[in-house]
């Protein structure tokens, strides 16, 4: 039996379940698309490109992430399946084993950062407040604090937590955060003189867009967990489009102002103190909570994945996940993760650029899942995919990888795909 909002993920959700909205799916992407690792991936871009061509960074990156992410996302509302349990349907059942693993090493990787972001920020707004050196300045007890509240409403499920938390009162609360720091910036920035400054070059603008893209891209291997409710193709798409674009947009672009006009060094502190300053640190707090959603979501989604290979009950895995990441938070520092976002790039956005060819084109939105355990053919487009990253991230720097990794990979896909599954037989999924 089903606690209410968790679900067997490699079974369809029925279509009476099938309860999100539009503006349900609104406001999940745009709470998921806020966050401090938002603002600090925004502080990353601000020397090299400046304040225009960051923001330029950005839009390019997060628009064509958003319409691959919704793309995505239609899947699950198509199938009413998990994300790992759909790979199934193109790389059969075996070969979606090993998606299945690195999507729980890098959620388990994701949820801690979570967890440490949130730590961090907390500690310093405690010391502000308090005392140095109090208990509310106390790391430890953030990262325990933090860890509790992500596992539990992992271990509640999305409908809980998506209707009964977020659309309710979570998202306005997010929005007159966002809007006051946007005041903030526009009453005491001299955001004309920001815009004329070129940045200093440091990191090339294919870069910026290969950082910005991998936002939006690295919830590809989630996003079917939550839009598997999903009522109608089109309220997934627009909601997921538009919600994660808004909110992405706005707290990146932020992250780049305010480190330009408030924090130049880039110092992650520095940063963190310029938005403590603003509104006595209460916009601050208010997108503090908001993180614990990404954790969420991190943390319930490792335990969806998990569920392929373990068979177990997703509250239960979500709950050991939860304790796994609040101890790994415990014992790691925070680390410049412009690398972990690049490499989240480099093997997930070729799979589904191979996973979008075959459901859109090859079945045709159809559910229907090949009579073999294993895909080599979609394995193959995937390692294309995969080479096709490295090669030119390490090659040609400057011209960007992620977007040629996804198009040669569905390219491959298609065509192999067209080549040797001709006649080859399906089963209902």
């Known amino acids: 039996m089903n606690t209410p909002g968790t679900y067997s993920p490699d079974i369809p959700v029925p279509a009476g379940k099938r309860v999100f909205g539009g503006r349900d799916l609104f406001s999940l992407w745009f709470s998921l698309g806020i966050g401090l690792m938002v603002l600090q991936t925004g502080a990353l871009l601000a020397p090299g490109l400046g304040l225009s061509g960051s923001l330029l960074a950005i839009v390019l990156g997060t628009l064509v992430g958003v319409l691959l992410l919704a793309a995505v996302g239609v899947i699950g509302s198509d199938t009413g399946l998990s994300s790992m349990a759909a790979l199934k349907l193109s790389l059969g059942n075996r070969g979606a ?20 972001v949130m730590r961090d920020a907390a500690s310093l707004l405690g010391a502000k407040a308090f005392v140095e050196g109090s208990l509310w300045a106390n790391p430890l ?30 998202i306005w609360l997010l929005l007159a955060a966002c809007i006051w720091l ?45 839009s598997r409710f999903g009522k109608r193709a089109a309220g997934v798409f627009g909601g997921t489009a538009l919600g994660f674009f808004i909110g992405n947009f706005w707290l990146m672009g ?4 305010y480190t330009l006009a408030f924090a130049p060094s880039g110092e992650t502190n520095a940063l963190l103190l310029a938005l403590a300053g603003a509104g006595m640190g209460i916009p601050l707090l208010l997108i503090l ?27 239960h895995l ?25 490499l989240i790039g480099s093997v ?24 073999t355990a294993l895909n080599g053919m979609a394995l193959l487009a995937w390692l294309g995919g995969l080479a096709t990253y490295h090669l030119l991230a390490n090659l040609y720097p400057n011209v960007g990888a ?27 999924a």
């Open 97 to 116: 084993a090993l998606p299945a693993v690195l999507n729980l090493l890098q959620l388990i990787g994701w949820g801690a950062f979570e967890i440490i």
């Open 141 to 170: 007890l953030w990262t325990l604090i933090f860890g509790a509240l992500a596992t539990l409403l992992a271990v509640s499920g999305p409908l809980t937590f998506v209707r009964q938390v977020l659309r309710k009162w979570g």
């Open 182 to 226: 946007t005041w903030n910036l526009f009453a005491k920035a001299d955001l004309a003189a920001l815009w004329t400054q070129a940045g200093d070059g440091s990191l090339p603008f294919a870069v910026g867009f290969d950082i910005a893209i991998a936002m939006p891209l690295s919830w590809l291997p989630l996003i079917a967990d939550y």
């Open 254 to 257: 932020l992250g780049v102002a």
């Open 289 to 315: 909570l908001d993180e614990s959603e990404n954790a969420f979501a991190d943390i319930h989604s490792a335990a969806v994945s998990s569920g392929i290979l373990l068979k177990a009950k997703v509250e």
């Open 318 to 342: 979500a709950l050991a996940i939860g304790v796994i990441c609040t101890l790994i938070a415990c014992l790691a520092p925070l680390a410049q993760y412009q690398n972990f976002l690049l």
């Open 348 to 371: 997930f956005a070729p799979l589904f650029g191979v996973v979008l060819v075959d459901h859109f084109i090859l079945r045709r939105r159809s559910a229907q899942v090949r009579a």
């Open 402 to 428: 992620t977007l040629p990794a996804l198009v040669v990979a569905g390219v491959l896909q298609f065509m192999l795909g067209k080549a040797f599954n001709r006649g080859r037989g399906t089963v209902p």
